[in-house]
């Protein structure tokens, strides 16, 4: 069954000659323009199948998507689903499929290697090197991975991944995500908990959740005032997930020890933001997901999925669990894959 897919991010010319390749030879029929208006997204996706977003989305809206009757399914190239109206998606019974496995391992290792740079403070040391002061010029190497308490906060394909990847380290860590039962938690060796469990025991909390109207604020005040003053944050998922201003004062008051950040609330954030006064605070540019197979990766998870729509198959990964289908073949998600994310 032929499938047209638009999409509303991007030229042709910025699709790989081997990902169109492939796209037809699955029967796909592929629009592509860089749409910088609603009307332009409708226009070019109006009889389509399926709405591609590779990045941000700044084009659909709740209102827009209304008018696009014969749209089946909306897909993100990547994890975050944050910025498409999911909500009116459900209502109208169209499927948002996103590709989180395309950017797991390197945000992974991102959190990683922000978790050592704020734990062995590898970032201040390179400045005070560089200011002359051989010696750590005072500054203090605080603590060790080794041992330590990990807390996880969403266990999917990234969350999945750093669990795997800290084993050797020797930690004990507890994983909070309702989503996944604790059988599967116990194939990576990890414990479930609740988020309250798990804030008073770690000395390292990662955050691994989408950002969903049940996330946003996860991480204010009080949770933040639960955690140990030794303990570190680490947030490479969204930046709504933390109250920030609550983390501000959790910084510079010693209610933790520190954070290493992916993400903030404002992207990109205003040059006198108070965390970067703050010297127990890792900042990069919500860059975790790049690496050198980043295009190919997300190129061939993307054509993947669409290659599964167009045999009306459930892809991979879809974060709108409770919808009813505009399709009849996908009636009745399977629910051994409904937790992928």
Known sequence: MRLKVALVTANAERVPAWAREELAREGIELVA???RTTEEAVELARDADVLWLFGANRVI?????????????????????????????????????????????????????????????TSRLDRVV??????????????????????LVGFGHIGRHVARKLRGFE?????????????????????????EEILP???????????????????????LRQMKPTAYLVNTTRGGVVDEAALVRALREGWIAGAALDVLEQEPPPPNHPLFALENVVITPHMAASSVRFEQEFWAHSVRALAALARREWPESWVNHGVKPRWPELAGAPASRQAAR
């Open 33 to 35: 323009r860089q749409c």
């Open 61 to 121: 809206t709740p209102e827009s998507l209304s008018q696009l009757l014969r749209c089946a399914a909306m897909m993100r190239s990547g994890s975050g689903t944050d910025d498409l109206p999911v909500e009116e998606a459900t209502r109208l019974g169209i499927v948002v499929v996103n590709t989180p496995a395309a950017i797991a391992e390197a945000v992974a290792e991102h959190a990683i290697a922000l978790l050592f740079a704020i734990v062995r403070q």
């Open 130 to 151: 560089r200011e002359g002061r051989w010696g750590g010029g005072g500054t203090r190497v605080p603590g060790l991975l080794g041992g330590g308490v990990l807390g």
């Open 171 to 195: 930690m004990r860590i507890l994983v909070s995500d309702p989503a996944v039962p604790a059988e599967e938690m116990a194939r990576y060796g990890v414990e479930p908990a609740t988020l």
């Open 201 to 223: 025991q770690v000395d390292f909390l990662s955050l691994h959740c989408p950002l969903i109207p049940a996330t946003r604020g996860l991480i204010g005040e009080a949770q």
